[in-house]
């Protein structure tokens, strides 16, 4: 799929040498797939290096109006009638194609003012996560049982009434945290390039972190004891417009990436030499380019999954040293795929088809591939899966503007999988190209068995991710997210509602902007033990937030 861009408007207002638009030249670009790291590039081949630059030279004209009387528009293959998905609550504009920085804010999804917590009031859920936050079954909210003073724990603590061992128990440690989640001021700017970066994770310790970015270098930064410090970095290879995901190891000495191409790429992080292994997935299909979006090792390092176009999910044994299995999981692009938990016999696969599907490995056969159950609710793609590591719920991220959470004992019928196939096939917008009208789908489809549905961040250009709140220190009680606008979206779990938005702002003292502007931050990473967030921009940056009075 190829989009034509065309200046075949000009503005009038201006033009004051009295030259019609006839004497302008009309400049018409084949857009680069290469725009988003969508699953939607596998219908062409990448653009060519010389496609690549002229559009770079046609987004520059953009953001700076260099000509002053330029109008640009998209010319799209695509039905202008939206009344399809306006019957179902769905309006997405099809005006003038913007660069992200031009989007307008207004567009970004309002959130409902009460939302819809029917289903997970009555799930074992809430009442587990009350039980170790320390909230009871009295009238109290969830956020007035998070609220506790620190000062008042500590001096418990210090008079002997914390228990035996005199320790803070998991419930104040986690209503402790909660009085100081990340802010919005002085964000920590830890690294600025000149490229988009699209990935950024802290390891399960928390003592490293890893970067990609589209300068094709994987960055590996030490961050023992709150320090940030470059230890090591990587010239990646095989990469197609940028690295689209990565993992550390369990065991913590390796590193994967993956990119456009049909080889996962695995690095050591330490040692006297460098060790860099390229691990062919043989997908048997010399016609098409490959695109792995996803990729996971397992818990004792010994396998590693992958989500990849044509919704294909491999399975590579590293003591095989080869591709052990090739299912033929979705019927479009694959975006995510990932463990249930650390014992690796369940799986979780999602993409363009908006299906979740949950796989048995014990029970899985490569000749004839059946999901134990499936997931359905969503109006639009999915864009990432985040389990929480007890093989029992689960969150995504999709390009319908919501993040869904989900009980796998708990499985679609056929009527919710028909209804998540009709309002997909009705969709007729480009995320990567074209704003999002604003209005959400407050609607629930016919059969949607999801918990619970988050709406109040925006989801545009590019696969943009959303994960559980560490267990050690915030007890999962949060789902955050990246966003299209330059924000980080922290939710409560329980409650649907938005309680912090880490966003632009200015710094009280030198009044600079600080933050990433309205750039896309794609990927977002919060310390498994300390309260920072750290965030991968397209503005070029990495950020750092932590918690700031003010």
């Known amino acids: 799929m190829s989009d034509l861009v065309s200046t075949s408007e000009l503005s009038e ?46 987004q520059y004209i953009l953001q700076g109006n260099a000509a002053g009387n330029l109008g640009v528009r998209l010319l799209m293959n695509r039905n202008e009638d939206d009344s399809d998905s306006s019957d179902e609550g769905l309006n997405y504009v099809s005006s003038s194609f913007l660069t992200s920085r031009h989007y307008n804010r207004q567009r970004i999804p309002r ?88 990935c950024g994770v802290y390891n399960k310790e928390g003592d490293l972190f890893m970067s990609s970015c589209q300068d094709a270098q994987l960055r590996i930064f030490d961050t023992a004891n709150g320090q940030w410090a470059e230890l090591k970095s990587i010239p990646c290879k095989d990469v197609g417009w940028s690295v689209l995901d990565v993992d550390f190891s369990h065991g913590g000495n390796h590193v994967i990436y993956s990119s456009w191409s049909e080889y996962i790429h695995i690095c050591n992080i330490r040692g006297d030499s460098d060790s860099h292994q390229a691990l062919h997935l043989n997908p048997d299909d010399i016609y098409n380019r490959s695109g792995i979006f ?128 009709k309002a997909i096939s009705r969709q007729n917008w480009d995320y990567r190209w074209h704003p999002y009208s604003g209005k959400i789908v407050k609607k629930k489809l016919p059969g949607d068995c999801s918990l619970m549905t988050y709406y109040g961040h925006s989801v545009i250009r590019t696969l943009i991710r959303a994960r559980f709140s560490p267990s050690f220190n915030t007890g999962q009680q949060y789902i955050y997210c990246g966003d299209g606008f330059g924000r980080i979206v922290i939710y409560d779990l329980l409650s649907g509602k938005i309680c912090q938005i880490l966003e632009k702002t200015y710094n009280s003292v030198t009044g600079h902007p600080e933050g990433h502007g309205e750039e896309v931050v794609r990927d977002v990473s919060w310390h498994p033990y300390d309260n920072n967030i750290i965030s991968s921009g397209w503005d070029g940056t990495l950020q750092m937030w932590e918690y700031h009075c003010g």
Request: glycine share 8%; net charge negative; charged share 25%.
């Open 294 to 421: 996803s990729i996971q090792f397992n818990f004792d390092d010994s396998e590693i999954i992958a989500g990849a176009n044509g919704g294909l999910i491999y399975i590579y044994n590293r003591e095989l040293n080869n591709r052990t299995m090739k299912l033929h999981a979705h019927d479009d692009d694959l975006s995510c795929v990932c463990f249930a938990d650390d014992s690796g016999h369940i799986l979780y696969s999602g993409g363009e088809d908006g299906i979740i599907k949950v796989w048995d490995r014990r029970i899985l056969r490569e000749e004839s591939p059946l999901p134990v159950g499936q997931l359905a609710g969503h109006y639009d793609s999915v864009t990432y899966i985040d389990s929480r590591n007890d093989a029992r719920y689960l969150l995504t991220n999709s390009k319908d503007q919501s993040i869904k959470l989900w009980d796998i004992r708990k499985f679609a019928s056929t009527e919710g999988i028909e209804a998540t196939k």
């Open 111 to 198: 959130p409902p003012d009460s939302p819809d917590t029917s289903v997970l009031d009555q799930s074992d859920l809430k009442h587990q996560m009350n039980y170790e936050s320390g909230c009871t079954s009295s009238p109290k909210t969830h956020t007035s049982c998070m609220r506790s003073s620190l000062p008042r724990l500590i001096g418990m603590r210090e008079i002997g009434c914390l228990g035996d061992n005199g320790s803070i128990s998991v419930a104040g440690r986690i209503q402790a945290s909660s009085a100081f989640l990340p802010t919005k001021h002085n964000p920590r700017r830890l690294l600025k390039m000149r490229q988009k970066f699209f």
């Open 13 to 58: 207002e201006g033009n004051t040498d009295g030259s019609s638009q006839a004497d302008h030249a009309e400049l018409s670009v084949e857009a680069d797939n290469e725009q988003s790291d969508s699953p939607q590039q596998s219908d062409g081949e990448e653009a060519s290096a010389g496609g690549s630059a002229l559009l770079e030279v046609l």
